[in-house]
Antibody
Framework: EVQLVQSGGGLVQPGWSLRLSCAPSGFIVSNSFINWVRQAPGKGLEWVSIIYSDGRTFHADSMQGRFTISRDNSKNIVYLQMSSLRPEDTAVYYC????????????????WGQGTLVTVSS | AIQLTQSPSSLSASVGDRVTITCRAS??????LAWFQQTPGKPPKLLVY???TLESGVPSRFSGSGSGTDFTLTISSLQPEDFATYYCQHFNSYPHIFGQGTRLEIK
């Protein structure tokens, strides 16, 4: 069974850094496409970043340079490193495994983690 | 970046009704569109990808259509568990933008 267990959220002050973790079971991250998506309280979904099975990464323009997606193949974990956090980064952050394969829909999120809340406030 | 505009933003309907939600892209995206359903406190659930392909396990009362810039998600006969918020997302290019969501409420 595919599951994604998330951790690392919490309350931080503006300007601080935080690293979120996404630990799957039932599949290997190095063979997968993994997305991060966030949702501010009471708001809609916002795509954050993706890491491909071949290691390529893409980030949303508004988070480019502050957020970095990576993975540790030996631990089978995907990370979202967030720096210079702002109050507007307050959100539930979801990791999600995409469909994979070779078709265009390989990047569509299919299995989602439970989400982790990040609160940026002084 | 390609933007997506959903309409309506909210919708009231009754069990058994047929409802249609629209998603319009700011430029052509072929069929690179997915639809998600989200209930409060839960992660989104994939319903449709490639504009019209139903994800495995999704009831057949859900259907997607469209290509280019105009897309629709139709629920043929609303069930109580369908009252939720629906989002479209394109995967034509980066960033993979979501629509702003359509909240489907019980009338």
């Amino acid at each position: 069974e595919v599951q994604l267990v998330q951790s690392g959220g919490g309350l931080v002050q503006p300007g601080w850094s935080l690293r979120l973790s996404c630990a799957p079971s039932g599949f290997i991250v190095s063979n997968s496409f993994i997305n991060w998506v966030r949702q501010a309280p009471g708001k809609g979904l916002e795509w954050v970043s993706i890491i491909y099975s071949d290691g390529r990464t893409f980030h949303a323009d508004s988070m480019q340079g502050r957020f970095t997606i990576s993975r540790d193949n030996s631990k089978n974990i995907v990370y979202l490193q967030m720096s210079s956090l702002r109050p507007e980064d307050t959100a539930v952050y979801y990791c999600a495994r995409a469909r994979g394969g070779n078709a265009a829909h390989k990047t569509v999120s299919e299995y989602w983690g439970q989400g982790t809340l990040v609160t940026v406030s002084s | 970046a390609i933007q997506l505009t959903q309409s309506p933003s909210s919708l009231s309907a009754s069990v058994g009704d047929r409802v249609t939600i629209t998603c319009r892209a700011s430029q052509g995206i072929s069929n690179a569109l997915a639809w998600f359903q989200q209930t409060p406190g839960k992660p989104p659930k994939l319903l449709v990808y490639d504009a019209s392909t139903l994800e495995s396990g999704v009831p057949s009362r859900f259907s997607g259509s469209g290509s280019g810039t105009d897309f629709t998600l139709t629920i043929s006969s609303l069930q109580p568990e369908d009252f939720a918020t629906y989002y479209c997302q394109h995967f034509n290019s980066y960033p993979h933008i979501f629509g702003q969501g359509t909240r489907l409420e019980i009338k």
